[in-house]
Every structure is written in C-alpha cells, then in structure tokens.
C-alpha cells in the first residue's frame, strides 16, 4: 500500500517539476528581450518564485519519492536496465535544473548575453528528457 502512495506523490512531484522545467526557459526567452526596468524587474520576481517556489521543492520531492520507491523493490530496479536508462536522464534533469540556477543568477545580476534564441533551444531538452523517462518506465525497452 505504501508503494502506491509512493508512487502517486512522485508523479505529482514530479509533474509540478517539469511544469516549471518548461516555463522557466520561455520566461528566460522574454526576459531576453525585455528592455524597460518595470519588466525586467517582473521577470525577475516571476523567475525567483518559479524556481525557489515550485520547481525546487518539486525536484526534491520527486527524488524523495522515487528513492522511497527505489526502496520498496531494491533487487528488481537494479537488475531492470530501463531503470539505470531512467535515472541517466533523472540525473541530466537535475544538471538541468543547476543550468536553470546559474540563469536565474545571471538575469538576476543583470549580466545575460544570450539571445532569446538560446532560450528557446534550450527550452527544448527537457521535452526530450521526459519523452526518454516515460517510455522508459512505461515501456520498459531492456
């Protein structure tokens, strides 16, 4: 019974998570191109409470929750190589999540020099990420 309530806390985490993975990019991709002082002081604000606020708690939780889950089954997720797959591209997200960090610190300081165009490539990776996590778990592939 605990592995289900596990499980369902991790899939909320983790959605909260990713939903502040993809908007705080494009915010970044706006703040890029924002030049008067009242927006680049909103984004700034809507950066730090995205990031402090939800997608931080979220990223600890989601871990949390998936080494409880990790934990109810120990033997069978060390033998699955979909799972060693799966936690590959935990572990890129959470590089991820440190990239988002040092932006945040960068517009925060006033000191981007990265178009919008970066932005939004890199707005992309985490698409990718969660696409390779859910065929992983779902699919199971080896």
């Known amino acids: 019974m605990a592995y289900l309530w596990f499980k369902a806390f991790h899939l909320i985490a983790m959605t909260c998570w990713f939903a502040g993975i993809f908007y705080l990019p494009r915010l970044y991709v706006y703040h890029s191109m924002a030049d008067d002082e009242t927006s680049l002081d909103r984004f700034k604000i809507m950066e730090r409470k995205l990031f402090w606020g939800i997608m931080t708690p979220s990223a600890v939780l989601t871990v949390?929750?998936?080494?409880?889950?990790?934990?109810?089954?120990?033997q069978f997720y060390m033998q699955s190589g979909w799972m060693h797959a799966k936690l590959f591209c935990v572990f890129l997200l959470i590089i991820y999540h440190i990239l988002c960090w040092h932006f945040l610190k960068i517009f925060k300081a006033n000191k981007n020099t990265r178009?919008?165009?970066?932005?939004?490539?890199?707005?992309?990776?985490?698409?990718?990420?969660?696409?390779a996590i859910i065929i992983f778990v779902v699919v199971k592939p080896f």
């Open 115 to 131: 178009s919008h165009k970066f932005y939004r490539w890199f707005n992309e990776a985490p698409v990718i990420l969660l696409l």
């Open 64 to 74: 949390i929750f998936g080494c409880l889950l990790f934990s109810t089954n120990f």
